[in-house]
């Protein structure tokens, strides 16, 4: 395995870990559609909260929120509307942003809360 596909997968356990710690009810980890995946898909306070997570070992990188492309934005919001479609899911849905970054065995964790909005695409 890539060393990229090494540290993503470190990043989305630390991320799992660090939304149950904050109450976070994890549904999917990696839930496929179509060829790609949603990193991670949650419930809090009867809200659907999809988060994307981008792992990072050096912080010479752009904002995460920049590093979510357009195109990724479209993908993510149609996976989310095949998600709610399968489960059958009535929840006002929130888009999240993990940012994390390990350096020298120290990780650095930023929860973009409503990263963006599918009105805005």
């Known amino acids: 395995m890539a060393d990229h596909n090494i540290l993503g997968e470190k990043g989305e356990e630390i991320a799992r870990e660090f939304l149950i710690k904050n109450a976070y009810e994890i549904r999917h980890s990696n839930w496929r559609y179509r060829k790609k995946e949603i990193d991670i898909v949650t419930i809090k306070n009867n809200l659907l909260v999809v988060v994307e997570v981008k792992t990072r070992s050096n912080d010479y990188f752009e904002n995460p929120k920049e590093a979510v492309t357009r195109n990724k934005q479209k993908f993510i919001i149609n996976a989310t509307d095949a998600y709610i479609t399968e489960f059958d899911l009535n929840l006002e849905v929130r888009f999240d942003v993990i940012a ?15 990263a963006f909005q599918p009105s805005l695409l």
């Open 100 to 114: 994390i970054t390990i350096i020298n065995g120290k990780t650095k964790i930023e929860h973009i809360k409503d």
